[in-house]
């Protein structure tokens, strides 16, 4: 009877553990940061792992210029189910108590890294000076030339998720039981009516797929949903903003 007790006690507190350790979003000290990360970068989670639990992902200010841009990286351990590993160089051009000012496409950079190393490699000078100059380093601020968005500490849900899982189990011919899919929501447009998602097909014969879906939306719920799978998960910004020209995206 103790013995039982003991069991069911066990099993409480770890139930408790559980849901008590459950992500609740980003609680460090930049919050705007976070939220350019995760309205500007591909293959986030929008948090990062420790052990065996998740945490905040990675925030380090590497210079500030003197209108207040602020250049950060910004690194997870992995893209989960995926072996997506890879540091961001970003670029926030203003923040205040609600909003981020950011160069939308060119206000980041990305940079493998061993998938589940610590030791995150660096950016290269070349990069660095590049990224400056795509986001007027040392310029007056240019609030047209940006994009603007409420921070926020949590990737937001995505809308009509079971209509667009179904969409995507069409698309690429997945078959029940053969695969893991995991995916999560980027940003909407300027006019609020196209968002974008991504995310990753893992198949149990060792495949895998990452793609982007364009979701164009109009009065009665989701229009259409254009998808690109980019060649390199390391290097997409090409194929990606002439993906969101071709498709309307403003």
């Not at 990069?127 to 409420?150: G, H, M, Q, S, V």
């Amino acid at each position: 009877m103790q013995r039982t007790i003991s069991i069911i006690l066990l099993i409480i507190i770890l139930v408790g553990c559980l849901s008590g350790c459950a992500y609740k979003g980003y609680s460090g000290d930049y919050l705007d940061l976070y939220t350019v990360a995760i309205n500007s970068v591909l293959w986030l989670n929008g948090y990062s792992w420790g052990a065996d639990y998740l945490c905040d992902a990675q925030i380090e200010i590497i210079e500030e210029d003197s209108f207040g841009r602020k250049m950060f990286t910004y690194y997870e351990l992995y893209y989960g189910g995926s072996n997506i590993s890879f540091s961001a160089l970003i670029i926030c051009q203003y923040s205040n108590e609600n909003e981020v000012f950011y160069y939308e496409d060119v206000n980041y950079v990305v940079k493998e890294q061993e998938l589940y190393i610590q030791d995150i490699k660096d950016f290269e000078e070349e990069e660095i000076e590049k990224l400056k100059k795509a986001n007027d380093w040392n310029k007056e601020l240019a609030f047209e030339k940006c994009i603007k968005k409420e921070i926020e500490n949590f990737k937001p849900a995505i809308p009509y998720e079971e209509e667009i899982i179904n969409e995507i189990t069409n698309e690429f011919q997945l078959k029940h039981g053969e695969y893991n899919l995991f995916l999560d929501f980027l940003t909407r447009d300027s006019n609020g009516s196209n968002f974008i998602i991504y995310g990753y097909v893992r198949f149990r014969d060792e495949r895998d797929i990452a793609f982007i879906g364009l979701v164009q939306e109009d009065e009665e719920g989701i229009k259409e949903i254009n998808y690109l799978c980019p060649l390199n998960v390391f290097d997409y910004k090409a194929e990606f903003v002439e993906f969101k020209e071709r498709n309307n995206w403003k």
